[in-house]
């Protein structure tokens, strides 16, 4: 009994001397060690998502709704070069060097795919996307800026179908609702050619053109992101900012390269000087208009880019349609436009099928997080 008192009293002297030896080597003019912060919360993550998702949408919306008021500007003041009109709208992807080049500070682990396959992916998709811009550089010459914006919007319907057959995305209700709505948009505007055609800034017979190259320009557009988004799937195996912003670069480079040939090969490069002295409101409202229709349609590339990484094609698309509605009614205070009956159903219309639309990708948001939780109960269940 006293050789245990004995031991549980060296014990604690022992504890004793330890403590006051540590306190005699702790400085107290030494602020105490810092420590470590605690990791983001899962509300925090969600947040910053939220945020930049919400700046890609700004981006996207701003940027194009610029860029195709200015193109219908470049057109109204006297400007009619088709390739030069063609070339602005990817002539500004150095803008988006800069973001790529920062982003290979990041390591990823992205298996890449041989140069030679990247190479013909991304010249294969910059030669549509040239043909795209060329096709949207006709519409917007021969027809009004406000039914053109309106036959852009069925470029959700084509994303819609080729979204199902490139993609496996599913029909419902819903979806063929906003194609039928947004078909019937655009056939309301086609049907009415002859009253706008006699408009004195559309050559006689130009206007059935003008309808058919954007209403060809917006399936090509869709087709480019149903196969972008292939191309993540397949080719890439992964989906990356820097793959991203590689692509956009690369396909845009290709895409100038296409446009500048076409500027050559046609012999409007002689006219531009003559083009720009004539322009009606000057040579520095020239410069400032293409200028400014190239950085757009770059800051409108950033949302796209970023919504694809953030998000999906799909729905980058879909922020895309959303701007389609504004620009006529800035068409019709900047460049008076004619906004009559028909107009006005076909907007509604086109509203109308973006609301389903949008309504069935909430659907679908919801059905992915209660599958989600089901799983995650399903996981905690047998492991235990």
Known sequence: MRERERASSFCLLKMGEE??????????????????????????????WWLTVTFNIL?????QTVAT???????SKGGNSIWLATIVQSLGY???????????????????????????????LGLLVGFDNLLYSYGLLYLPLSTYSLVCATQLAFNTVFSRFLNG??????????????????????????????????PPGKYAIGFVCTLGASAAYSLLLSLTQLSFEKVMRGETYRVVLEMQVSTSAVASCVALVGLFASGEWRTLKGEMNDFEAGRAA??????????????????VVGLIFQVSSLFSNVISTLALPVVPVFAVIFFHDKMDGVKVMALLLALWGFASYMYQHYIDDLEAKKAKKASTRNDVSNSS
């Open 19 to 48: 403590l006051q030896l540590h306190i005699r080597e702790v400085d107290p003019t030494q602020p105490p060690p810092s420590e470590p912060p605690p990791p983001p919360t899962t509300t925090s993550k969600h947040w910053k």
């Open 59 to 63: 981006s996207l919306l701003v940027g």
């Open 94 to 124: 150095p803008i988006l060097l800069i973001p790529l080049i920062l982003s290979f500070k990041t390591k990823t682990s992205i298996t890449r795919p041989p140069l030679q396959k990247l190479s013909l992916l991304y010249a294969s």
């Open 286 to 303: 020239y410069v400032a208009a293409l200028v400014g229709t190239a950085v757009g349609w770059q800051v409108s590339a950033i949302g």
């Open 69 to 75: 008021l200015l193109g219908r500007y470049y057109y």
């Open 169 to 202: 995305q599913r029909f419902t209700h819903l979806v063929l609702n906003s194609v039928v709505l947004l078909s019937v948009s655009a056939s309301l505007l086609g049907v009415r050619a002859g009253s706008e055609a006699g408009n004195a800034r559309i």
